[in-house]
C-alpha cells in the first residue's frame, strides 16, 4: 500500500482559500487518492477522489500533478465549520480497499 | 438513504466482560468494512466483508475479537473479555459492489465508542 504524508496541521481564517498536499511518491499505476474529512467523535466523510488532472466537486478541488506523486486538495473559502482532520489515502480500484489512514492534517479555521 | 448506522453509540463496560456491537450498511452495499480509531491516530483497519464472506482479518483482530456478517446485511463485531486497551472508536463502513463507478469509495458509519474500566 503506498504510503502518504501530509502536514500534521495547519491553520487558516474564514474566508481564505486552504490547500493541503499530500505526498505518495510511490503510487502505484492502478491507484486512486482518496480526501476523507473526520470531526471529533464522528466517522470519516468522503470528500472528493481522483486519478490524474483535476477533479471538482461541491465541496473541494482536487489538483494532482502528471507524476501523480503527489496530490493537493483545496478548500475554497473556509468557515469554521471547517475545522477537522483531513485525511489522504491512495488505494486500488480493482477489488476491494483497505484503507490505510496516517495520523492526517488537522485544520484549524479561526474567525 | 440513511447511510450507516452504528448501534450503540457509546458502550461502558468493566474488564473482562464481552460486547457486541451492530453496523447496519447502507442498503444495495455489498461490502462492509470495520475500523477501530484510537485518539490522535487515523482509522486501522479490521476486517472486511464481502457480502457475508468475510475475506480479510487484520492481525490487529486477535482471537478475542470476532465479526460476522450473517446474512450480508448487517454485521456484528464482538470483543469477549475485554481488556482497557481495547477502549476505541469503533468505525463500520460499506461500499457499493464492484463495476458501478463508485468502486473504491467507503461510506462510514457514526462510530461506538468503547471505554473499558
Known amino acids: 500500500l503506498a504510503k502518504t504524508t501530509q502536514p500534521i496541521s495547519m491553520d487558516s481564517y474564514e474566508g481564505q482559500e486552504v490547500n493541503i498536499t499530500c505526498s505518495h511518491n510511490?503510487?502505484?499505476?492502478?491507484?486512486?487518492i482518496t480526501w476523507y474529512q473526520q470531526f471529533p467523535s464522528q466517522g470519516p466523510r468522503f470528500i472528493i477522489q481522483?486519478?490524474?488532472t483535476k477533479v471538482t466537486n461541491e465541496v473541494a478541488s482536487l489538483f494532482i500533478p502528471a507524476d501523480r506523486k503527489s496530490s493537493t486538495l483545496s478548500l475554497p473559502r473556509v468557515s469554521l465549520s471547517d475545522t477537522a482532520v483531513y485525511y489522504c489515502?491512495?488505494?486500488?480500484?480493482?477489488?476491494?480497499?483497505?484503507?490505510?489512514f496516517g495520523k492526517g492534517t488537522m485544520l484549524l479555521v479561526s474567525p | 438513504d440513511t447511510g450507516v448506522s452504528q448501534n450503540p453509540r457509546h458502550k461502558i463496560t468493566k474488564r473482562g466482560q464481552n460486547v457486541t456491537f451492530r453496523c447496519d450498511p447502507i442498503?444495495?452495499?455489498?461490502?462492509l468494512y470495520w475500523y477501530r480509531q484510537t485518539l490522535g491516530q487515523g482509522p486501522e483497519f479490521l476486517t472486511y466483508?464481502?457480502?457475508?464472506?468475510?475475506?480479510?482479518k487484520s492481525r490487529l483482530l486477535s482471537d478475542r475479537f470476532s465479526a460476522e456478517r450473517p446474512k450480508g446485511s448487517f454485521s456484528t463485531l464482538e470483543i469477549q473479555r475485554t481488556e482497557q486497551g481495547d477502549s476505541a472508536m469503533y468505525l463500520c463502513?460499506?461500499?457499493?459492489?464492484?463495476?458501478?463507478?463508485?468502486?473504491?469509495?467507503?461510506?462510514f458509519g457514526p462510530g461506538t465508542r468503547l471505554t473499558v474500566l
Open positions: 463502513a460499506s461500499s457499493p459492489p464492484l463495476g458501478r463507478g463508485e468502486g473504491d469509495t467507503q461510506y
Open positions: 510511490n503510487i502505484a499505476t492502478n491507484d486512486y
Open positions: 481522483g486519478y490524474k
Open positions: 489515502l491512495v488505494g486500488g480500484r480493482s477489488g476491494y480497499s483497505t484503507l490505510t
Open positions: 442498503s444495495e452495499h455489498n461490502r
Open positions: 466483508f464481502q457480502n457475508e464472506a468475510q475475506l480479510e
